[in-house]
């Protein structure tokens, strides 16, 4: 029995790819997030880490994020319309880091779905493009998955109306989690969506990004009125889904400053600076010493105002 089962699940999953065994979460009221794993990506989890939510604005669904690849964003949709068959009419594309958006592409090949997003992914992509995640998942889940641009790009504000909600478009004006961030207000749900500005239950990823920029941006995520935060990636959604990237930062700013003016080198920054009160948070092996090294790099110059 056992065998026969395995049998068949291999031979299942030999047909149709990875199964990402989704299981969409309530966030608030009309509002899904499938979360990602706290992982690099990699072959067993399918490149899934960030976040992707569904908002249900009656007639239509608006997505912010779209997830890893066409594949996952299939199986998101087919989860999706278990509780409601609706189809996809628009996407918010947070940044333009590969994880959040290449499952554009089921949704415009379906749909025709609206896509809004920074400029540079227009800028940075072409068709031709292939982001890491292209190497590092196999050509049979990456199938169908292609590089869509934005249909409207977003520079500043944008207030979009779909169905019954008020969807707030806002671009961060400083250099945050990278060059080019939006971040996404529901006004009447009190719905905040962060992308990768704010990230907790792992170690953020800051290659891209400005530890000066991402507490300015943290001031401005926390100066709206919401009940409920979606990070980019990460489970907590309640007022404290900032408070891990906010002291993150923070003693990172402090810390790196402090070896700066004590005459530590770029050599041995990461050897002064370990930050080891996170040790046991997600990815911090990963990318703990790079996101140091990184903040060296930026604060070497800084002149506090
Ligand atoms: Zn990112």
């Excluded at 966030?27 to 989890?45: L, Q, Y």
Aim: include cysteine; charged fraction near 30%; glycine fraction near 4%.
């Amino acid at each position: 029995m056992f065998k026969k089962i395995s049998l068949s699940l291999i031979l299942s999953i030999y047909a149709f790819g990875f199964n990402y065994n989704l299981n969409p979460q309530k966030v608030s009221e009309d509002v899904w997030c499938f979360f990602g794993k706290a992982e690099v990506p990699s072959k067993e989890n399918g490149g899934f880490m960030a976040n992707s939510c569904y908002i249900d604005a009656k007639d239509s669904y608006v997505l912010i994020d779209s997830g890893t690849s066409y594949k996952f964003a299939k199986q998101a949709y087919e989860a999706m319309q278990k509780i409601k068959n609706l189809p996809v009419s628009t996407i918010v594309v947070t940044h333009e880091h590969d994880d959040h958006w290449m499952g554009n592409s089921f949704y415009k090949s379906t749909f025709n779905a609206k896509i809004y997003a920074p400029k540079s992914i227009n800028e940075n992509y072409d068709e031709n493009s292939k982001p890491r995640i292209f190497e590092i998942l196999d050509a049979k889940d990456m199938e169908n998955t292609k590089v869509i641009k934005a249909d409207e790009i977003v520079s500043d504000n944008a207030n979009v109306k779909v169905g019954n909600k008020e969807i707030r478009i806002l671009r961060i004006k400083e250099k945050a989690h990278t060059s080019d961030d939006l971040i996404v207000y529901l006004p009447n749900e009190k719905v905040l969506f962060s992308g990768d500005i704010v990230m907790n239950e792992r170690i953020t990823s800051n290659r891209d990004g400005s530890v000066i920029g991402t507490l300015k941006a943290l001031d401005t995520i926390e100066s709206f009125d919401y009940n409920s935060l979606v990070a980019g990636h990460g489970t907590l959604t309640g007022k404290n889904a900032t408070e891990h990237t906010k002291n993150y930062f923070t003693l990172l700013k402090t810390r790196v400053l402090e070896a700066i003016e004590a005459g530590i080198t770029a050599d041995e920054i990461t050897k002064v600076v370990t930050m080891d009160d996170f040790k046991d948070i997600a990815m911090f092996d990963e990318l703990n010493s790079r996101n140091v090294f990184d903040a060296f790099r930026e604060l070497e110059f800084y002149d506090e105002e």
